[in-house]
Structures are given as C-alpha cells and as structure tokens.
C-alpha cells in the first residue's frame, strides 16, 4: 500500500461502504413498480451508484501514487465534545452555563490558550450569547437551570 | 490592567443577566405547546388562546412550537411534563388518534392525557378546479363507478386527515379513486389548480380563498361550517344519506395525567369563556374553522368516536401499520 | 397608467413614517441574522411573527419581508470571510469568495456581492411589478414532470460545481440524494432511514447540513492554522473597490444569475437555494476558463448572489398572486396575513391593493436602505478578519448550535450537527467537496417526489416527459448539455493530446 493514494483509495472505501449500507438496509422498504414506486426505491438505486462512484474513485488510485491526508482527531474530537455538551446542557442548565461549558472545550483545541483566557472567552462568549439570542431575538430558550 | 477590565465588564454582564433569568422565570407562566411550526392556523389558534387567558387571568402564557414527526415530539413533551397544570398541549387528530393505529408512539395518547377542553373544527371540504366538469360530489361517485382508479385525489400527506377522510368518502360511497400525496396543502392546491389532479381533499381554511377568488369549487364538506364562501355546500353524510360520516377535524387542550382536577376545571372554565366568545367566531371565520366549543367530556367523547373511526378506516383501506 | 397609479399607491404605503422604519428594522435585522451562521430568516420570523400582532399589518409584512431578503445579503458575508455560510442558499459564494479572501480581495469581494445583491434583487422586483399575474399562471402549469424535468436539468448542469475531478462532484450529488431520502417518503408515508430516532422522520434540517458540513468541518481544519490576522488587509474605501477587469467580469453575470434567479424563485417549491447553485453552474458552464473557478473568480460569488436575490423577490409571486406560498418562510409570511385577518389567496391582489403595492415598493426602498446599510459596514466586516481566531471559533460554534436548534427548538438537531459534521470533515479531508453534497441533498427529495408522482398519475407510462411541451422543452435542454460537456472533454482530451505529441505542455 504504501506510495499508493491511500487518501483516495479510502474516499472510495468509505462511499462503497455507505452506498453498500444504504442499498442493503433499504431492502426493508417496499422497491414498488414504475407505476408505483415504493419508499425503497430511490435509495437502493442510490446506493448502488454510489458503490459504482466509489470503486471509480477508489480503483485508479492503487495505480497513483499520493499522500495520506492529514487527520486532525483531536480538534475534531473537541469541537465534537463541545457541541454535544452544549446540546445536552441546553435544556436542563440554560443558555449560560450550556454556553460557558461548551465553549470551555471547544477552546481546548486551541493550544495557544491559558486556562485562565479559556475562562474569559467562555464568560465573554456566554454574555455574548445572551444579548443577541435572548436579549435581541427573543429567543425561547432556558437561560438558567430550572428553579432557578 | 487590560484583563482585569474586562474581568470586571464580563462580570457586571453576568450578575445583569442573572438578575434578567431570575425575574423571568419567577412568574407562574402556563406553557402550551403547539406541534406546528409558527405561521399556521394551528398556532395562530393558540396565540388566540395565549393572549386572551393572559388578559383575563393572572398568569402570563407562552406558545413553545414543537413541530415534528407529524405531532408525536410535541405530544411526547408534554406527556413526560410535570403533571403540575402548567403545561399543556394543544392536540389535534394525528398525533393522538391516528399514528397509534400506524406505529409504536413514545406516549400513550389514551392513558397519558387527561382532557381539558375542545375549542375547534377545521373540517375537510372535497374540492375540485372551477371548470371542473363535475357538479356535485354524486357526479363523481358516477363517474368513479364507471372508471374504477380513474380519477385522482390529491392529499395533504399519506396517513393525513386529508388522506383518511379521502379514503372514507371512498369507502362509504364504494368507490376507488386513486390517492396521490402531497406534502401539505400548498403543492396539492398547486396541481389542483392547475388541472394536474382532479380531486383535493382539503381544508376548509385552504380552499377557502381559491373558492372566493372562482379558482376552485367545493363539492361537499365533511363536517358543518359556516363560511360565507362555502354556503350551501352540503355535508358527505346528506349527499350520501347515511349517518355517522360527518368526520370534524378536532382541536382541543390536554394535560398529562395526573393533572390536579381543580387546576384542570380551572383551566377548562377559562378556555371555553374565551371559545364562547364572539369576537372568536369572527376570527375562527377567517381561520376557516367552526366554533366548536367544549368540555372535557366533549373532547373525550370526540377523541374516542375519532380514535375509532381511524382504526376502522386504516384497516379497511388495507393501510399497513410501520 | 394604470401600472402607475398602482405604484403610487405602493409609494404612499412604503413610505409612510412607521413603515419606512420597521422597513429598516426588517433590512437590519435580516442582514444581521444572515451574517450568523445558522440561524436563518425562518426562524427569526417566526420569532417576530408575535410581534406583529400588535403592529399594522402592512409594516409587520413590510418588516418580515425585509428580514427575509436582508438575510440574503447577510448570508454571503460570513461565506466570504470564514467559508461559513450564513444561510444555506449562500454556501455556493464560498466557493469562489473564501479563496478571495485569502488573497486579500474580502473588501472587493464584498463590494461586488452587495452591488449585485442589488441588481439581483431590483431586477426581481420589477419582474414582480411586471409580470407577477403572468409568472403566477405559468407557474401553476407546472406539474410533477416539468418539475422533474427542471431539476434533472439543474443536477446535470450543476454537477459541475465542484471543484477537482469530475467523478468526486458526481460522487458527493450521490451522497446528497441519499441523504436526501432520510424521513417520511410523502409518496407512501414510509420514514426511511430514521434508526428509531422521532425526530429523523422529518428528514435532516438543511440548516443542520449546511452547518455540519461547511461550518463544522471549517473551523477544525482551521484551529491552531489559522490565527486570524494573518491576512493584513489594508481597508481603504479604495481597497475596496473592484478593479475595471473586476467589473467587466462581473456585470454580465449579474444579469445572467438575476435571471436564472427570477425565473426558479417564482417556481413554488424550488427554492433560493437551487437558483444560486444554477447561477454558478451557468457561469461556470460559459465561462471561457473555468479553471479559475473555485479559486476566486468574481463571477462565481457575482451570478449566484445576483441569483439568490432576484429569487427572494419573485418567491413572493406565487405566494402573493396564488395564495400557494413556495417554502416555510414564505408560508411564515402568509401567517402574518392571517394573524390580521387578512386571507391570502388569489384576491390578494385585487382586494388589498394598498399592501401588495406597499409591499412591493418597499422592496425597492427595503434594497435601497441595505445597500446604504452594507457598503460602509464592509470595512467593520473585514476587521472581523483581524479579531484572533482562537477567539471567534467558540462563539462559531455556539451561533451553529444555537441557530440549528431555532429552526425546530429541537436539541436533536444540534447532535446531528456533530454527527454530519465528523462525516463533512472526513469527506473534506479526502478531498470531496460540500457543495454538490448540499445541492444533491436540496434537489434530491423534490425530485424523488416529483418523478414518483408523475409516474403515479400516468399510471407508469413515461412518455409524458416528452408529451408535455414544458417538461420536453427542459429534458431536450438537458439532453443538449450532456452531449456538449461529452463533446467538450472529449475535445479537450484531444487536444491534450495532440499537445502531447507535438511536444508541447499542456495547457493548464
């Protein structure tokens, strides 16, 4: 493999594997007639081209050669936290604290980041957050944890 | 120096908004629930209701637009709520005595509610384009017998009210015609009237302007009302001549159960002055809705005949459940 | 005369003291919701929908109005300076208006998006004075299959956007279908692909993909990268200014991109969006280099934010003149009608004179007032480049979250957001781009639908395509388009060749 564009090869890899998933979990819905097409139609006939697409993709690449791109997991896995933290946080904690934690994680990723500028962004971006969305729009959102 | 400034103005910020979050939160505010998104006729209803139990009682009310998966999110929410009188949710139909019949739901729609009060119909009209060459919804049972399948009827979605009361025109009058969905009611009125479908089944509220502007003719509805356009325009059940077809589109308040009896009499008394109102018949008028007032037995009666009637419908039309 | 006495009476409504200002309230607040990622003109007018009670309804509908098409010129804003659409309809304005930026032309870039904002949207208006009962009919006649037909042709022409080989695009409008088919089929009632979770049988949010993958998928490749800053652009009123070359390259597609966009925007259910992905497929299709494409060719932000613009305006045709409103917005919209007692429909027109002809003028002054409103506010925008990155990426993240959640007040849809955006940051990563995803996925249910339909109605027999003039009209354009793109890389390929072997480079 190695030498190969495995970056492409992989592309490939991943949308035979999603066009292998869809065309095979829509077998559960009824494919119809042309007269009557059933829901499991459009996504198998999908799927398989996408399999068609990823092996176009996928097979010239053995013969090419390229680089592995780049993964950069832990931003990723960050940015990730942060949001599901906000989106689990949002309606039991409110705005603020939803805000000030997520965006806590988030500026982890940052390596150029002391705790303590962490600290001041989170409560600047929560304040922030606060005048526009409920404040300026109206928003019906949870400021507060309830019983506040 | 620069830090601790803005350390200071950060914190000035939050001690503010906590200031702000604690006086709104403190007041008894009723939340009710609406399982459409802002804009329709379904949440201009519970704004009604919302600034006229503000006025006339002391709490403050606010509208939370819950749409989603035609219903059930918004039905879900309130069924797992506290049980405390002080959210409900504004139902109708689907949710609650249709999708039970197609799939398993997160809430029990017989068990997890009790019934505050009815406030609504918006019933269903059978319409067709103004040059239509059928005169009356018997011209259409003619000419359905002749053509079985031939002739199409557009819905506003598959398992809709629209679709069922399509469907139980169908049966009652022994006829095929063929269901075309649609995803709500503008794109159907689209093809309505632009002669792609002959047939539409829906509300009164939408056809309503179409019939006013000579677009669109109503042949038949499947419930009373009463809208200057629409006079004369006699019920399924007369045409047909047999009883139990009138179908009326419901609206009505529940709470989940376990709601304290007092606080839901309470609620109950507030919301039906209101429904009684006159200046609420000249806004269900433009709503395209009848002024169906009720109590809690009412809505539990209506609900349970409706319940019913959806079951009989789906198995007979040999819809299958998911 | 009769146009004119028409208009007269739109000019005293507009300009009426109290509407003027919720005009500008509408213009200001629309321009700003556009600029923050995610959350769109549908959910802040249904945010101000109950506040319109207490006001008039020819302000209030003035007001939201100008939300709606202020958003539009807010949305390629943030496009161009962070590669994060504002709204989803502006997403194509990053393709060409990011790398733009980078090279130190955000002022220009600017300029010319809100200059052809203005075009676009002028030219829709006085296609809506002109033609609006007209527009109205033709759209009506528009079944499934034209409706089908007019999409193909938009998938073809269009799955040229991407940037890199051909096969990728293609690749990515495949993905975009299939997630286009996520939640309650309409034909049978069938929720696909929703694992068990409620909320999917809806569907993905679009503000969800949108923001997943172009938002998301952005600010991880660029943390720790990128410092902000970096580009030192001097903002001069003269910096800001298009060169000559810059105009002349751009105000032929303005013209072009204003009429694509009138003419999908009147179409109910086509949506803003597809018009500016069809602008910049055009211009990339004519373009006599489209090599520059996707590497900061003016036409490619100029022809789709004309596009996008022109087509806010004329989707008020059908809603208006037909009473059939063509998207949830427009719906909104129709709800402020009703919240008055005011019934929309056909008569519209001819029964409330005063408000449509209000409305329509104070689209002209609503413009007006944004262009004044953009054009000095472009040197504050650019300064937003200098605030550092480690600062603006958080609230980036926070405005998504908050914003996907307005549109359904749904915590689900922000856990989507993570979910698309780990597959939009590996597809980026491989080197597949958003953009056909997105177009694939906004075509995708229409299109299913439609050919589903048509089918369901003839009865399986598909020669309607053909019998039908409209929809043979757009299949033979379609037809046409595919032999002329086999023909020109097949002339391409021989020329490389014939390069080749005379000895010289090919042609880049």
Redesign the interface.
């Known amino acids: 493999m190695k030498g190969k564009d495995i970056g492409d090869i992989l592309g490939g890899a991943l949308l035979i594997a999603i066009g292998l998933f869809a065309a095979i979990y829509a077998q559960r819905y009824n494919f119809g007639t042309a007269a009557q097409m059933g829901p499991g139609f459009f996504p198998v006939v999908l799927g398989v081209i996408l399999i068609g697409l990823g092996v176009v993709i996928a097979v010239p690449a053995f013969a090419r050669i390229g680089e592995m791109p780049e993964f950069r997991w832990q931003p990723l896995g960050l940015v990730m936290a942060a949001i599901i933290l906000f989106s689990v946080t949002l309606r039991p904690l409110g705005l603020i604290l939803a805000t000030m934690a997520s965006v806590f994680v988030a500026a982890s990723a940052d390596r150029n980041f002391t705790w303590f500028g962490r600290a001041v962004t989170s409560v600047g971006i929560a304040v922030l957050v606060f005048l526009i969305f409920r404040l300026g729009l109206g928003m019906n959102l949870p400021v507060w944890p309830r019983g506040f | 120096m620069l830090r601790k400034i803005i350390c200071g103005i950060a914190m000035a910020g939050v001690s503010g908004i906590a200031l702000v979050g604690a006086t709104a939160a403190s007041a008894d505010t009723l939340r009710i629930v609406v399982p459409f998104s802002p804009g329709g006729a379904q949440d201009t209803l519970a704004r009604w209701y919302a600034q006229h139990l503000e006025e006339r009682t002391d709490m403050s009310v606010v509208v939370d637009n819950r749409p989603g998966a035609g219903g059930s999110l918004a039905a879900d929410e309130v069924a797992q709520a506290d049980p405390d009188g002080w959210t409900i949710l504004q139902a109708s139909g689907g949710a609650i005595t249709i999708a039970p019949h197609l799939r398993e739901l997160p809430y029990d729609p017989q068990n997890d509610f009790v019934q505050i009060a009815m406030i609504a119909d918006t019933p269903m009209t059978l319409a067709v384009r103004a040059d239509s060459p059928f005169e009356t919804l018997d011209d259409v049972i003619e000419a359905a017998r002749e053509q079985p399948g031939e002739y199409a009827f557009a819905s506003t979605g598959h398992t809709s009210v629209s679709h069922l009361t399509g469907t139980l025109l169908a049966e009652a009058a022994d006829i095929e015609l063929l269901h075309v969905p649609y995803q709500g009611a503008a794109p159907g009125l689209s093809d309505l009237l632009g002669g792609i479908v002959p047939l539409m089944v829906t509300s009164a509220a939408s056809i309503d302007p179409m019939v006013a502007a000579g677009e669109a003719r109503v042949l038949a509805v499947f419930s009373p009302i009463e809208l200057p356009n629409l006079e004369g325009v006699p019920t399924v059940e007369e045409v047909l001549g047999t009883d139990g077809l009138n179908s009326p589109v419901w609206t009505g308040y529940l709470a989940p159960a376990g709601t304290p009896q007092e606080r839901i009499d309470e609620l109950s008394a507030a919301i039906q002055e209101i429904c009684e109102l006159p200046e609420t018949r000249d806004r269900y008028m433009s709503l395209g809705a009848a002024q169906t007032c009720g109590d809690a037995a009412a809505l539990a009666e209506t609900m349970a005949v409706d319940f019913e009637r959806w079951g009989e419908i789906i198995q007979a039309a040999g819809i299958e459940p998911e | 005369m009769d146009l004119f006495s028409n208009l007269m009476l739109g000019v005293d409504t507009a300009l009426d003291p109290t509407t003027l200002l919720y005009c500008l309230i509408g213009v200001t607040l629309g321009t700003l919701?556009g600029v923050?990622p995610g959350?769109g003109a549908l959910a802040?007018i249904?945010?101000l929908?109950?506040i319109t009670?207490h006001i008039a309804p020819a302000p209030a509908l003035v007001m939201l109005a100008g939300v709606w098409y202020g958003a539009q010129y807010g949305g390629s804003i943030a496009s161009i300076l962070l590669n994060l659409p504002g709204t989803p309809s502006s997403a194509v304005v990053c393709l060409d208006g990011y790398p733009m930026t980078k090279q130190g032309r955000a002022g220009v870039a600017l300029f010319v998006t809100t200059i052809a904002s203005f075009v676009g949207s002028m030219i829709g208006i006085f296609i809506l004075v002109m033609f609006t009962p007209a527009i109205a009919a033709l759209?009506?006649?528009?079944?499934?299959a034209e409706y089908f037909a007019i999409m193909l042709l938009g998938l073809v022409a269009a799955s040229t956007v991407a940037a890199g080989?051909p096969?990728?695009g293609?690749?990515m409008v495949?993905?975009g279908?299939?997630l286009g088919?996520v939640g309650?089929?309409?034909?049978?009632?069938?929720?696909?692909?929703h694992f068990g979770f409620?909320?999917l049988?809806?569907g993905i949010t679009l503000v969800a993909l949108a923001m997943g993958l172009f938002g998301?998928a952005e600010?991880?490749?660029s943390?720790?990268r990128k410092l902000g800053a970096e580009v030192r652009e001097r903002i001069t009123f003269r910096s800001m200014l298009p060169t000559r070359t810059d105009v002349r390259q751009s105000s032929m597609p303005m013209l072009r991109g204003s009429a694509v966009g009138s003419f999908i925007g009147a179409l109910?259910?086509a949506g803003v969006a597809i018009s500016a992905f069809m602008a910049y497929a055009v211009e990339k299709r004519i373009a006599r280099d489209p090599s520059r494409f996707g590497k900061g060719a003016i036409e490619g932000i100029t022809g789709p934010e004309a596009a996008n613009n022109a087509a806010a305006q004329t989707a008020f045709v059908?809603t208006l003149a037909?009473?059939?409103?063509?998207s949830?917005t427009m719906?909104?919209m129709?709800?402020?009608l009703?919240?008055h007692?005011?019934?929309?429909?056909?008569?519209?027109i001819s029964n409330q004179p005063e408000l449509f002809w209000g409305l329509v003028v104070s689209f002209g002054v609503g413009n007006i007032l944004l262009v004044i409103l953009n054009l000095p506010l472009i040197g504050m925008w650019v300064a937003l480049l200098r605030v550092p990155?480690?600062?603006l990426?958080?609230?980036i993240?926070?405005?998504?979250?908050?914003g996907v959640?307005?549109v359904?007040?749904?915590?689900?849809d922000?856990?989507l957001?993570?979910v698309i955006?780990?597959l939009g940051?590996?597809?980026v990563?491989?080197?597949?781009s958003a953009a056909p995803l997105l177009l694939g996925f906004v075509l995708?249910p229409l299109m299913?639908?439609t050919?589903?339909?048509t089918?369901?109605?003839?009865?399986?027999d598909?020669t309607v395509f053909i019998e039908r003039p409209i929809s043979a009209g757009f299949l033979a354009v379609t037809a046409a388009l595919l032999i002329w793109s086999a023909y020109s890389s097949y002339r391409m390929q021989r020329r490389e060749k014939l390069a080749r072997e005379s000895g010289l480079k090919a042609p880049e």
């Open positions: 919701i923050l959350i802040t249904s945010l929908l109950p009670y759209a009506l006649r528009f079944g499934p080989p096969v990728k293609l690749a495949v993905l279908l299939l088919t309650t089929d309409v034909g049978s009632g069938v929720a696909r692909f409620p909320q049988r809806d998301i600010v991880v490749g943390v720790n109910p259910g059908p037909l009473g059939i409103p063509g949830a719906g909104l129709l709800g402020a009703i919240i007692g005011i019934q929309p429909g056909p008569l519209f990155y480690k600062l990426y958080p609230a993240i926070i405005f998504i979250c908050i959640y307005s359904r007040n749904n915590v689900f922000i856990q957001v993570a955006g780990i940051y590996i597809l990563t491989f080197g597949f995708g299913e639908e050919l589903r339909r089918l369901l109605l003839s009865r399986g598909p």
